[in-house]
């Protein structure tokens, strides 16, 4: 393999798929089609409700790592318990709220690395929703109360997600620098709200392009919409992995 090469698989291992469909086969179909252009499957609520825990089983035997995107938020006791559901299926990930705090964040880490040692499992790793990329200054301080800018509120729950244990974050491309300042290399960032130029940016607000994110520090970029509605999503993929592949 040449340099270039290396680079482009390096930067495909990096998009991070969201397989948001409302159908268990289109699911599969689309993660079987764009399963070499692709890094990672995410699987969120909205397939998962549709489709059930199987889908889980469904989309690790088309050979690509699995993120599930549930974003659990609950007490500590139920979210240790969901952890160690999770920890049987033989994903690569899931997340849970920061703002659950980090006795809840606790609970988390300690359930998975307990259920992964004695199934003989690799532990998923365990990221933390910050803020929600659809939330902004506005929403945050004059809906939720919290005094503070989005990028400071952000870096506070990456830092107390690393205190606690967990393996990274869920995060705006705009905040990935701080984060990465204050919690270390060793520290995951995934990033939604990525919209390579030209595309529509729906609903997300707090966003940037594909290689901006990787060029922030991002280990990955979600993307959704952008792959999915575009008319040849194979291609769309690999013009992203083009894009990041430059900033590699
Ligand atoms: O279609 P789009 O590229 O906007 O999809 C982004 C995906 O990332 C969606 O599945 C959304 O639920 C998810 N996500 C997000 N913001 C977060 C966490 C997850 O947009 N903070």
Redesign the pocket.
Known sequence: MNQNTNKIVAAKNKICL?L?VDNTQHAINVAKKLKEHVGVF?V?SELFTIAGPSILEKIVDVGVPVFL?L?FHDIPNTISRVARVVTRYGIFMFNIHASGGGEMIQAAVEATHDEAVKRGLTPPLILA?TV???IDNKILQKELLINQPVEKHVQHLAIMTEENGADGV?ASPMEVRVIREACGEHFQIVT???RPTGSSV?D?KRIATPSDAINQGSDYV?????ILAADDPIDAAQKIAEEIARVL
């Open positions: 969201a948001d995410k969120g995107d974003k929703v929600l990329t659809s869920v939604p709200g990525v729906g997300q979600v993307i959704g919409r952008p």
